[in-house]
């Protein structure tokens, strides 16, 4: 995270006003987030765990991110193998950074991302819903047509917070599939969030380029998200550190061989 300004104007913003509270704080915590340029990794998860790691907001991030993009504050962007960039529009207008860094995220954006602007699954859930459970069969043929061109996707109870999985999950293999298993396990969208932020970055993951990524349908077929967090090894510790957890063993065995 980085020092960043918010100006006066920013609390008097008509645009800002309308953010829900929740929004108003993504958009504040997104200038420390991002980088010298106004660029940041969009990974709901990771944007989570940055910005609200202490808190639950109200809305889903990827949610928030509508607002934010509805009112022109951030522009998506998507870039290989399907992740996901932003940028902080009039980032530089409004920041001045001493001794800025290049971006290293900003040749990462190929094409600006339309769909969150087009899925329905993105906004908010009472949104996706409104007008659908009185829909006739015109209504589905439409919805069903829609499904064909590509300008939105199904919609049900549970879509938003899939979404946010598969947009965050790093590995995009086999969405029918994980969608199937998603609605079977009915996971709790924070705990995974939660899950992902650490497994994302783990050894598992990274090493050999993701090759032990899990399947997403494998990930919620096993319930991943209640993996526990791998403890640091013996062999990671300095040998300060190993010297000191040595003494302090030893100091505990006398300890109990004294009947202490």
Same mark, same amino acid.
């Given at each position: 995270?980085?020092?960043?300004?918010?100006?006066?104007?920013?609390?008097?913003?008509?645009?800002?006003?309308?953010?829900?509270?929740?929004?108003?704080?993504?958009?504040?915590?997104?200038?420390?987030?991002?980088?010298?340029?106004?660029?940041?990794?969009?990974?709901?998860?990771?944007?989570?765990?940055?910005?609200?790691?202490?808190?639950?907001?109200?809305?889903?991030?990827?949610?928030?991110?509508?607002?934010?993009?509805?009112?022109?504050?951030?522009?998506?962007?998507?870039?290989?193998?399907?992740?996901?960039?932003?940028?902080?529009?009039?980032?530089?207008?409004?920041?001045?950074?001493?001794?800025?860094?290049?971006?290293?995220?900003?040749?990462?954006?190929?094409?600006?991302?339309?769909?969150?602007?087009?899925?329905?699954?993105?906004?908010?859930?009472?949104?996706?819903?409104?007008?659908?459970?009185?829909?006739?069969?015109?209504?589905?043929?439409?919805?069903?047509?829609?499904?064909?061109?590509?300008?939105?996707?199904?919609?049900?109870?549970?879509?938003?917070?899939? $979404?946010?999985?598969?947009? %965050?999950?790093? #590995?995009? *293999?086999?969405? &029918?599939?994980?969608?199937? @298993?998603?609605?079977? =396990?009915?996971?709790?969208?924070?705990?995974?969030?939660?899950?992902?932020?650490?497994?994302?970055?783990?050894?598992?993951?990274?090493?050999?380029?993701?090759?032990?990524?899990?399947?997403?349908?494998?990930?919620?077929?096993?319930?991943?998200?209640?993996? $526990?967090?791998?403890?640091? %090894?013996?062999? #990671?510790? *300095?040998?300060? &550190?190993?010297?000191?957890? @040595?003494?302090?063993? =030893?100091?505990?065995?006398?300890?109990?061989?004294?009947?202490?």
């Amino acid at each position: 995270m980085r020092i960043r300004t918010v100006k006066p104007e920013f609390w008097i913003d008509e645009d800002i006003a309308s953010l829900s509270e929740s929004a108003c704080l993504l958009a504040i915590g997104l200038l420390n987030y991002s980088d010298d340029e106004g660029y940041f990794n969009a990974n709901p998860a990771l944007i989570k765990a940055a910005i609200f790691p202490l808190r639950e907001p109200s809305k889903t991030v990827p949610s928030l991110m509508q607002e934010l993009i509805h009112i022109g504050y951030i522009t998506l962007y998507q870039g290989e193998q399907g992740r996901q960039y932003g940028y902080v529009n009039n980032f530089n207008k409004h920041q001045r950074v001493d001794k800025p860094k290049p971006s290293a995220i900003k040749d990462l954006c190929n094409q600006q991302d339309e769909s969150t602007t087009i899925l329905g699954t993105i906004q908010d859930e009472s949104k996706n819903n409104l007008g659908r459970i009185n829909a006739g069969k015109e209504g589905k043929g439409k919805e069903r047509e829609g499904e064909r061109k590509g300008t939105y996707t199904r919609t049900s109870a549970l879509d938003d917070g899939f $979404e946010s999985f598969w947009q %965050a999950y790093p #590995k995009k *293999t086999g969405k &029918g599939a994980a969608r199937k @298993a998603w609605e079977k =396990a009915r996971p709790d969208i924070q705990q995974v969030q939660a899950a992902l932020s650490w497994q994302i970055e783990s050894e598992a993951w990274t090493k050999e380029h993701g090759q032990f990524i899990p399947n997403p349908a494998t990930y919620i077929n096993q319930e991943r998200w209640t993996d $526990e967090p791998p403890k640091i %090894a013996m062999t #990671k510790l *300095t040998k300060f &550190g190993q010297r000191a957890l @040595a003494v302090g063993e =030893a100091w505990l065995a006398n300890g109990e061989s004294n009947g202490q």
